[in-house]
């Protein structure tokens, strides 16, 4: 679980960062980035978690 952490706390950072970006530029690329980076977050969580109960099942 320390990576699933690990991966929370890197795209919080670099949301912030991201967010940053977009204040001082305003240059929609960066919401755009910020999106596609939420999205793949999410679908490389989802399947962590997916792998995680295969784990629990199979142990049993």
């Known amino acids: 679980m320390p990576i699933i952490r690990l991966t929370i706390f890197l795209v919080f950072i ?9 204040l001082v530029s305003r240059q929609q690329k960066y919401l755009t980035l910020l999106k596609q980076m ?23």
């Open 14 to 22: 670099a949301s912030l960062v991201l967010l940053a970006m977009y």
């Open 38 to 60: 939420f999205k793949y977050t999410s679908w490389m969580l989802v399947l962590v978690l997916l792998l995680y109960l295969i784990t629990r099942v199979i142990r049993l």
